[in-house]
C-alpha cells in the first residue's frame, strides 16, 4: 500500500472512502465530523441515524469503525471511526491506532481501492500532531489489506503538514 501525505481539505479528496474523525453519536459536530456532515449533506446523516436506531444505539464506540455513503462527497462512503480524547494520565494510543487498524480493515470489506484518512484525535481531541502522526503511520506502515493499494494522510494546514513530513521522512 501506498502512503501519501496531503496538504488540504478532506473533503474534496477524490477517493474511494473518506474517513471521519467522528463523534460517537455520529451525528456530526464541529472539526473533520461538521465539515463531512455538511459537504456531504443529508444523505449521510440519514445513514448515521439509522446505525444509531439499529446496531449503534448507545453510539459507535472508540476505536470502531461503521461506513455510509458519501453522499455529495468525492468519494464513494464515508467511514465513520471515533478517536480517542488524548490523556497525559492514560496511555490511549492503542485506540487511536484501532481507529486506523478498523478503518483500512472497513476500507477493505468494501473493496475500497483509496482511503483519505485525517489526523484522527489531532484536533478537539488534543492529541499532540507529532504522536498521532507517528500512532497514524505505524498502522498505514504495517497494514496489509488486500483492496486498498492508497492511504492518504490528509493534513489540514502547513504546520500539522510540516510535522508529518518530517516524521515520514525520518522513517
Known amino acids: 500500500m501506498e502512503i501519501n501525505l496531503v496538504e488540504g481539505d478532506i473533503t474534496a ?48 464506540p472508540t476505536g470502531q ?39 483500512l480493515r472497513v476500507a477493505d470489506e468494501l473493496g475500497a ?11 478537539v481531541y488534543g492529541w499532540p500532531v507529532e504522536d498521532a502522526v507517528r500512532q497514524a503511520l505505524t498502522v498505514l506502515r504495517a497494514a496489509t489489506p488486500t483492496h486498498v493499494t492508497e492511504a492518504r494522510l490528509v493534513l489540514f494546514g502547513t504546520g500539522p503538514y510540516a510535522v508529518a513530513a518530517r516524521i515520514a521522512e525520518a522513517g
Open 13 to 60: 479528496q477524490q477517493v474511494d472512502a473518506i474517513v471521519n474523525a467522528a463523534n460517537s453519536s455520529l451525528l456530526g459536530g464541529g472539526g473533520v465530523d461538521g465539515a463531512i456532515h455538511r459537504k456531504g449533506g443529508p444523505a449521510i446523516l440519514a445513514e448515521c441515524r439509522a446505525l444509531r436506531a439499529s446496531r449503534y444505539g448507545k453510539g459507535l
Open 65 to 103: 469503525a461503521v461506513a455510509t455513503t458519501a453522499g455529495n462527497l468525492p468519494a464513494r462512503w464515508v467511514i465513520h471511526t471515533v478517536g480517542p480524547v488524548f490523556s497525559s494520565r492514560e496511555d490511549r494510543s492503542a485506540l487511536l491506532r484501532a481507529c486506523y487498524a478498523n478503518s
Open 113 to 123: 481501492a483509496t482511503v483519505a484518512f485525517p489526523l484522527i484525535s489531532a484536533g
